[in-house]
């Protein structure tokens, strides 16, 4: 990931005002900027110097907001304090907690693929909670390693795909995709579902919550009725009431 960081010293007076320009016109033109992350300005009121970070995807993208970027500075010359001509400093992240949660949660879904769940467990924390549709919680890495080898068991060739992270703080949220073919017995709070030999496509919801490196909470959602309508054991058509 890369970010983009304009420093400018600005008139102490004006300095609401810039900022309610940087709201209207600055992050509009980043949130529509594809690869753009997030942005943000900092401001020290005692001196009127500002500092405006962006946050891209990749270099890539950094840097084809450069013409952008130029049009903005020159809208925010006249908050100016003086006749300085700010420049924006490109940077690679090297570190950070998102990057390092983003790399959990990625080694976490390749170890599942390649259904190595010793490797997943050791990315959980002692204490690790984890829920799942059904009513089910289970509480410690053994518990969720015996939860994710009921999927591989009924499903020999499971694979999962995160289609978007989104990372905040603490906490991360994946919209994924699994998939597998039903060729052994699922086991279920309901009961064990015998082989179908059908091919499942679900999508899921996971909720992370990381700390001092590992996953401390996990949440997994997807549609009970949908993965049941799936492997025939619901009529097409049923809504879920969960």
Known sequence: MHVGVIRSKNKKTELNNAVKDYKETALPALATHPGNRSGMLLVDRENGDTISIAIYDD???A?????????????????????????RELFEIAASTLLETKALIERGFKNFNAHDLEAVSRDAA?????????????QGPQAVKQYNQTWIKAFPDARIE?????????????EGVFTGTHS????????????????LSGEFVQVFEIDRGLVKRNSLMYDQVEIMTQLGMAPAGAKSTA
């Open 162 to 174: 995160a289609k978007n992270i989104i990372i905040q703080g603490k906490s991360a949220v994946v």
């Open 126 to 138: 002692p204490d690790i909670v984890a829920t799942a549709p059904g009513g089910i919680k289970l």
């Open 63 to 87: 840097k084809a907001f450069g013409p952008k970027a130029e049009k903005l500075l020159e809208s925010f010359k006249k908050y100016r304090s003086d006749a300085s001509d700010p420049k």
């Open 59 to 61: 270099e890539a993208s």
């Open 184 to 199: 052994g017995p699922l086991q279920t709070p309901m009961g064990e579902v015998p082989p179908t030999g059908r091919r």
